[in-house]
């Protein structure tokens, strides 16, 4: 321990062992930029430096701070106190100046993203996202799940113990450029949870708005500590790593896009911190031989409505219903586009491409990116591991087509590239759906459009976010990761004779 010495600076070509046996190297502009008090966070997964400068560790501590005292006086708390703060968030967002305020400032954001080539599709804050989330609030406004809830009882004789559901303390949350997300997040205030945020950089005003305008003066109105939410108001990535890095959370949540989510689940692993984990999603579907055709069009056009992490990716056809499956998914997918006013992109594995019109493969269309409308041919072909490609499209669907020899075949497939998010099968044949719901690795399988994977459509829970399987099934408890869920158990001893003993 006397070899120990603070960080106060470091060198250009610097070696930085990690994970054991490997050496990163220290880049000039790191050497530059660090500073005395800084932090350095070495991902032991990678060899990643993450820098954290003073002043964000700093901002990062305090709102975890201000948590962690929240998180004390809540016990004191009514659960009537924490409808009451639900029931006034919602008023708040339903009322239409409060809500201009937020609006406006959303609109910057908006503009923002687009001037920097940003996507904007999930940045927006639409009517039906605003009504979402007033619905989501009125769903922990009503809910019956109370902060201590009796979960099981043993009886001995002359004493017993009790197990009961207990509030797990302060959670962090990183999530995207999504708006609603900040108001799902509330929903850990429902089992007695004290929450810190993090909005990507994109949604951050957005998010400042929601905060000042209509969250904390509905903590205020309900006598909530002011420390039961908090937003980290810096657009500095490594505010996200700090947070995470923070050993005094209970549970640290990441919900974006699949590298940035996988790097802080490293970093919360790093510190001991439990964490959950929402990033890589993309769903299959997979049309065996009995598949009636007006159900798998009706699938496919439902499941292509917007971009998320639920959104059909990857579409199987068994090669038995391939002339008329295959022609049939390439109108649907068009008519998905056109629904959305514009052209959809379709990539065919490469020994799938017999199955597709020649033409098609030269057919120019022109695409929506987020920088920008760009000519590209309407199908193209792609090697087998590129199904493991999520298609992270702005306004033009884009999926992914492979034509297989059996519903088999496509489950090796999916177990293989998916993220094993979500799968659906279109069959008439019992048996056949009960094989693929055994063989399938993943926690949402379904018979039909893939969008129903979503905790508040589905459960009428508000979700904090989807888990898949990509990095392992889940222990003892669901994908779907809601307020409610966000527990633990303590056991408490009742003597009433005072004699027992061991």
């Not at 549970?251 to 984990?277: D, M, N, Y």
């Not at 659906?424 to 048996?431: E, G, K, N, Q, R």
Request: proline share 4%.
């Amino acid at each position: 321990m006397d070899n120990i010495q603070p960080l106060v600076g470091l060198v250009a070509g610097q070696v930085v062992p990690f994970g054991g046996d490997r050496l990163a190297t220290v880049s000039q502009a790191l050497a530059d930029a660090f500073r005395p008090g800084d932090r350095l966070v070495v991902v032991q997964d990678s060899g990643a430096l993450l820098h954290i400068p003073a002043a964000e560790f700093a901002l990062v501590g305090s709102a975890v701070d201000r948590a962690a005292e929240a998180f004390t006086s809540l016990a004191a708390v009514s659960d009537e106190q924490v409808s009451a703060f639900f029931d006034s968030f919602a008023a708040a967002l339903e009322d239409d100046n409060v809500f201009a305020l937020v609006t406006a400032a959303n609109d910057i954001d908006v503009r923002s993203a687009a001037a920097r080539g940003r996507s904007t599709t999930r940045l927006q804050l639409s009517q039906r996202m605003r009504t979402d989330m007033i619905d989501g609030l009125r769903v922990w406004r009503d809910a019956s799940t109370p902060r201590q809830q009796v979960v099981e009882e043993v009886h001995h004789g002359g004493w017993s113990v009790t197990a009961e559901r207990a509030p797990l303390g302060v959670v962090g949350f990183v999530f995207e450029g999504r708006p609603n997300v900040f108001a799902d997040a509330t929903g850990v205030l429902r089992t007695g949870n004290t929450a810190v945020l993090r909005i990507g950089s994109d949604a951050l005003g957005t998010a400042e708005a929601i905060m000042r305008h209509a969250l904390a003066p509905a903590l205020a109105t309900a006598g909530l500590p002011s420390g039961c939410v908090s937003l980290v108001a810096s657009p500095a990535r490594a505010a996200g790593w700090a947070l995470f890095n923070d050993r005094r959370l209970s549970l640290a949540i990441a919900r974006g896009s699949g590298e940035a989510v996988a790097q802080l689940g490293a970093v919360a692993r790093q510190a001991g911190v439990p964490v959950s984990l929402h990033g890589t999603g993309g769903a299959w579907m997979m049309a065996a031989a009995t598949a009636d055709a007006d159900r798998f069009r009706d699938s496919v056009l439902y499941s292509l409505d917007r971009k998320v992490c639920n959104t059909l990716n990857v579409c199987c056809i068994v090669a038995d219903r391939a002339a008329d499956l295959v022609p049939l998914f390439i109108d649907t997918v068009r008519a998905a586009g056109t629904a959305r006013g514009t052209t959809a992109r379709v990539h065919v594995v490469h020994a799938s491409a017999a199955h597709v019109a020649a033409q098609l493969f030269t057919e120019i269309v022109r695409v929506d990116r987020a920088d920008g409308g760009i000519e590209e041919p309407f199908a193209s072909t792609i090697d087998e591991a590129a199904l493991a490609t999520e298609w992270e499209w702005e306004n033009s669907p884009e999926v992914s087509l492979v034509v297989v020899h059996s519903i088999d075949q496509a489950v090796d497939l999916f177990n293989r590239y998916s993220p094993q998010l979500t799968a659906s099968l279109i069959s008439s044949d019992p048996v056949e759906h009960q094989r693929f719901y055994d063989r399938c690795d993943a926690p949402f399988i379904g018979d039909g459009f893939t969008r129903w994977v979503d905790g508040q459509f589905a459960l009428n829970r508000p979700e904090l976010g989807l888990s898949n399987w990509e990095a392992g099934r889940l222990f003892s408890r669901s994908a779907v990761l809601s307020g409610d869920s966000v527990f633990t158990v303590r056991l408490r001893a009742t003597v009433s004779d005072a004699t027992t003993h061991r």
